[in-house]
């Protein structure tokens, strides 16, 4: 059976997912447990893989990633394995840096980061066009995002949350 958080658990996914860099006597101090048994909590919230990774969010346009899309992708199926074989080609391009299965009009959606269209360029006709089970795709560029929030939303099953 999959581990159930309880309340404070949540309090503890919550906090680390705003302040990954908090130290434990701080996350213990503002969940009112001793610093222990806090830790153990935390280390059995990653042993049960509910916290995957501790990482930085970076700001792309800082570091001149300033093209950024989505692209919707169909693929061919007239080959075998060729949703496996997508998702495997996929993962050796460091520009994609999501890459969805989804239902609907499309097979997979990428989230694309490249500094210029010049490189956008590139990446189309150098590696996207060049994935053999391709059949088409469509290109939707970001020209602006209004929310961008790196936190799981945590209130649910009637759990409260203060």
């Known amino acids: 059976m999959p581990y159930q958080p309880d309340k404070i658990d949540l309090q503890i996914l919550k906090i680390l997912q705003q302040n990954g860099r908090i130290t434990n006597l701080q996350l213990s101090s503002e969940i009112g447990l001793s610093p222990a048994p806090t830790l153990e909590r935390v280390r059995k919230l990653e042993n049960a893989g509910i916290i995957k990774n501790y990482h930085a969010v970076i700001n792309e346009e800082e570091l001149g990633l300033g093209i950024k899309t989505f692209i919707q992708v ?33 097979d997979f959606i990428l989230k694309v980061f490249v500094k210029d269209i010049k490189s956008y360029e590139k990446l189309i006709m150098e590696k996207i066009s060049n994935i053999s089970v391709v059949k088409t795709f469509q290109t939707m560029m970001i020209l602006s995002t209004s929310k961008d929030e790196p936190v799981m939303p945590l209130d649910y099953n009637g759990a409260e949350l203060s």
Do not use: P
Request: charged share 25%.
């Open 74 to 106: 169909q693929l061919d199926f007239h080959t075998s394995n060729t949703i496996q074989r997508f998702a495997d080609e996929v993962k050796e391009i460091e520009e994609v840096v999501e890459c969805h299965h989804v239902t609907g009009g499309c």
